[in-house]
T-cell receptor
Framework: SQTIHQWPATLVQPVGSPLSLECTVE??????LYWYRQAAGRGLQLLFY??????ISSEVPQNLSASRPQDRQFILSSKKLLLSDSGFYLC??????????????FGPGTRLTVL | AQSVTQPDIHITVSEGASLELRCNYS??????LFWYVQSPGQGLQLLLK??????LVQGIKGFEAEFKRSQSSFNLRKPSVHWSDAAEYFC????????????FGAGTRLFVKA
């Protein structure tokens, strides 16, 4: 069966510090991968998605970036965090070859607090 | 532009009572439609989805949803709510092709009272 991991689960960072969140998927090959942000009391905002290694599409201009160095690894980064980057970050995957809006399977999330 | 609206920010129901969570979408053709559930501090879990065919869709945990094209709605229902159903519920719309990504509604928080 497929599993998706995210770490860390919780992170508290000062403004201006760098960020690296990692997501890995097991049990499937060539998945589509996604990063979402969920702000308090709001829905999910798609930040990035990837349909293959090195292929990243950005949905929202911001100071975040994403990379996919391996088939089942998706990394969310920032060089300098802003207060507005606080939120709950969710990684998700879907089956390759399907629409990027097909069923998605979510990780447990990372709670980021920027102080 | 495509959009999803969940009119109710939060709903409170008594345990054992029936539940209906509303979802309206805007899309030019027949979309993919989803309901996901999120427990506090957790990721989202798929409850059910509609791609085509029978407009009444059965999901996990006793949930069902009905696609009504004329009303652009995909409301989620459960005949008898359990305390463990307390969570946040998200409706989402996707598209069968093209670069259209899934759009999620703002969510409805369900509270269950004893």
């Amino acid at each position: 069966s497929q599993t998706i991991h995210q770490w860390p689960a919780t992170l508290v960072q000062p403004v201006g510090s760098p960020l690296s969140l990692e997501c890995t998927v097991e049990g499937t090959s060539n998945p589509n991968l996604y990063w979402y942000r969920q702000a308090a009391g709001r829905g999910l905002q798609l930040l990035f998605y990837s349909v293959g290694i090195g292929q990243i599409s950005s949905e929202v201009p911001q100071n975040l970036s994403a990379s996919r160095p391996q088939d089942r690894q998706f990394i969310l980064s920032s060089k300098k965090l802003l207060l507005s980057d606080s939120g709950f970050y969710l990684c998700a995957w879907s089956h390759r070859g399907t629409s990027v809006s097909d069923t998605q399977y979510f990780g447990p999330g990372t709670r980021l607090t920027v102080l | 532009a495509q959009s999803v609206t969940q009119p109710d920010i939060h709903i409170t129901v008594s345990e054992g009572a029936s539940l209906e969570l509303r979802c309206n979408y805007s899309y030019g053709a027949t979309p993919y439609l989803f309901w996901y559930v999120q427990s506090p501090g957790q990721g989202l879990q798929l409850l059910l989805k509609y791609f085509s065919g029978d407009t009444l869709v059965q999901g996990i945990k006793g949930f069902e949803a009905e696609f009504k094209r004329s009303q652009s709605s995909f409301n989620l229902r459960k005949p008898s709510v359990h305390w463990s159903d307390a969570a946040e519920y998200f409706c989402a719309v996707g598209a069968p092709s093209g670069g259209f990504k899934t759009i999620f509604g703002a969510g409805t928080r369900l509270f269950v009272k004893a």
